[in-house]
């Protein structure tokens, strides 16, 4: 418990306590929804105080607020619908924009997550490998920033792709002009990602090559189809890794976790003179981006 309240202080001092959604995350080891400083969510919803917090495991953040009350929501009324499940994320206001919401509509989540688990729920999922699929209120968070990054014909990398899912919702998004580039360094995932594409809406695109799934260590991005429009890093990185800096286009966009037990999701923005912009959207709880070996024995 004196660790709770430590990090209940820190994270008090970090200013990410009162307001409504999120401390957005991905993880199974820290399920604690808190804060966020986006603006577009903040009108929509009453502040929450940190007395949400429960600390059911002292290393490890748990609790609820308003997306447990809509996970409630959820299950009490039954909904068993993707589509459904997009409406409730614009109902809290997670989602705000029609193209977000289209294209999580278009690209089923059940297809995605592991067979037997409940696709629908807010949470993020265990698919193996000591990876999981991030929560449906994360991959909406990060589709919005980069939404103006991933127009038709724009090149797009998603690092960490897992289960494909985003890389899919990134290749409807730019089109067959465009390019989709998901990298995975357990191969097992690229494979099951593979199948999770091909049953989706964006099969198509797998098949005709703008769309595509690699074994790699996204920490040196994928050189091949760079400069990218937008770059996503679906895991957590002590820093940010300098090929990906590099990766990026001019008025190319990243959004990648950085931190170790506290993470923030950082807007990183190369500027059309080249420079460089980095900016904190919100505190989150990623998986770490790290070697192969390191993940497989448990980080
Ligand atoms: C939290 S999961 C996110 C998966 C994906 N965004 C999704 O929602 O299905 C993070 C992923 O990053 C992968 N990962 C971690 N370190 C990596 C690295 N160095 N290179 C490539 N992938 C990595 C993990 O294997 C895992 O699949």
Not at 17 to 23: E, F, H, I, Q, Y
Not at 160 to 163: I, P, R, V
Not at 217 to 229: H, M, T, V
């Given at each position: 418990m004196m660790i709770g309240k430590k990090i209940v202080e820190s994270v008090r001092k970090r200013k990410v306590?009162?307001?409504?959604?999120?401390?957005a995350y991905d993880s199974f080891r820290v399920s604690c929804y808190a804060t966020t400083t986006r603006t577009s969510c903040q009108h929509h919803h009453r502040p929450v105080s940190l007395s949400v917090f429960q600390f059911q495991n002292p290393n490890f953040l748990t609790g609820n607020t308003i997306f447990l009350k809509m996970q409630r929501f959820c299950s009490v009324s039954g909904i068993s619908k993707n589509k459904a499940m997009v409406e409730s994320l614009q109902h809290f206001g997670v989602i705000t924009s029609s193209k977000v919401s289209q294209v999580m509509e278009t690209v089923d989540r059940a297809l995605f997550?592991?067979?037997?688990?409940?696709?629908?729920?807010d949470s993020p999922m265990a698919i193996g490998y000591n990876a999981t699929i991030s929560a449906p209120h994360m991959h909406a968070t990060c589709l919005h920033l980069l939404e103006d990054n991933l127009q038709p014909g724009m090149h797009a990398l998603d690092i960490?792709?897992?289960?494909g899912y985003l890389t899919a919702c990134f290749a409807l998004m730019v089109g067959p002009q465009g390019c989709a580039v998901g990298v995975e360094h357990i191969p097992e995932l690229v494979s099951l990602a593979k199948e999770n594409i091909q049953k989706s809406a964006a099969a198509t695109q797998f098949k005709d090559g703008s769309l595509s799934v690699h074994v790699g260590?996204?920490?040196?991005?994928?050189?091949?189809?760079?400069?990218?429009?937008a770059i996503h890093v679906g895991a957590a990185a002590p820093e940010i890794p300098q090929p990906l800096i590099d990766q990026l286009k001019p008025g190319g966009r990243m959004v990648i976790p950085v931190g170790n037990i506290f993470q923030d999701l950082k807007v990183v923005d190369r500027n059309s003179d080249g420079s460089i912009s980095v900016r904190t959207e919100t505190s989150v709880r990623y998986v770490p981006l790290t070697s192969r070996e390191a993940q497989l024995r448990g980080y």
């Open positions: 306590a009162m307001n409504p959604v999120v401390l997550v592991p067979t037997g688990s409940s696709p629908y729920d960490g792709s897992g289960t260590d996204g920490r040196e991005g994928w050189p091949e189809f760079a400069p990218y429009d």
